[in-house]
């Protein structure tokens, strides 16, 4: 049997899920350094899995071994460990916060206080910032699983130049149909479209969310990622910083909070609800020294990495990647040679059943392991 299929609507279904896919990438990782800080986003890239694989093909078509963002490895162990060294510093009154509280020779009252402030806050972001990384995972584990599946058909296609299908629903038999005109306008497509996608996320991603922050690890590092989206009053405008950021903190006084700054510094007499107006005097330069080093971090990073970064990126890839209006209609000939049809049938074994190894190509969706 011969015939003719028109591969316009797979390329187009590549080309609209890799848009997709990039599109999220930008927003989620955009979103949880404006809603979190830039620590977070670095927690999250620092250590991945189902990041590489092929893409394009194969080399011998020009086709490439490169990455996409994949799927965070050990993330929520570090957050809980990072939870837990934290609360045991703050009864400690190890963090930084309180070793700089108590040099004002406070009342007993009022270290209590700061220390019910610190867990209190403790307590409502390690759920906020939980919930908002399995949030950006769950989303970019699905897109990406939703772009592999089309990766994972057309890498066949254009490097075998053999499509086909199960002959029923259960496998076994398969049709196998040998591409019998040329592929070249396909695979060129292809692969331009590949090499666009593979340069976001290799040039504008990747790379640039180095887990740098603060004293990464240690308890003031610690204080940074779960306490700096909470201290962004209008104070801050008046403080100085590396550089001009002024565009900047503005919009990260829109996306965060205030409310640690100031329950911190609430003023009461007896100490139960505050501290007295005397401490506060001895602790608002003291706490403001420390938040500017938090906030200057994530000013000093707004532009490279997200303005210029995966913003920048993600407009250049839309302007590259454009949908095929033109057919891509090639001709095929069924064939009933074992080698061609085992072939394909292991294809379409690791295309349905998956494969379990470290790459994105050939998963399924529970596969995906988050950890």
Known sequence: MTGTTNYKNIINNFVGNSKAYSLDV?????NLFLFNNMGVVEELMHSRTF????????????????????VPNDLFQRVNNYYTTLKTAISAETTSIQVSFNTLNPTDNEKLYIKETLNKTLEHQFEYMTNNLLLVVNSLRKSQFDLTKVVDKLNFITVNAYDGYYQNTFGGLVTTQQLTSSTTTLIQAYTGDSLSLSNFITEYVNPIFTRNYPEATLIRGIEYLFFSNQVYTNKSLSFSFDGSYEEELKKLIRFREDQLYNNLLKVDEN??????????RGFEPLLNDMIKTWINYDLKFFRPRITNGVETGYEILDGQLT???????????????????????????ERTGGVQDNKFNFKLERQLIIS
Request: proline share 0%; charged share 20%; glycine share 16%.
């Open 26 to 30: 930008k927003n989620r990782l955009t």
């Open 323 to 349: 949908s095929y209006t033109s057919d891509f209609n090639i001709e095929f000939g069924t064939t009933t040679g074992a080698t061609a049809q085992n072939l394909l049938r292991n294809n379409l074994r």
């Open 51 to 70: 990041n590489l694989g092929e893409l394009g093909g194969n080399e011998s078509i020009g086709g490439l071994i490169t990455s996409l963002v994949g």
């Open 271 to 280: 100490g139960f609800k505050g501290i007295k107006v005397r401490t506060k």
